[in-house]
């Protein structure tokens, strides 16, 4: 498997267990408001969801450490 196929899966792997995850704790249906979280920006500081209310928002996930294991 190539190193591409193999981050791909992980990158895969891990949103899988983030919408399962999501899913027990509380089932959204189409509409609902996405909850509100918190992260770091990347620009220093913090960020909420709630602060981009009414912008296009993209959420990438993706891994930090692309070493083999």
Known sequence: MTNQR???SVILGTVWMVFMLVGQTMALQVGDK???FELESSKGGK???SSLRGKNVLINVY????SPT
Do not use: E, G, I
């Open 63 to 66: 891994v930090l450490d692309f």
């Open 6 to 8: 193999k981050t791909l």
């Open 47 to 49: 960020l909420k969801l």
């Open 34 to 36: 996405a909850p509100d």
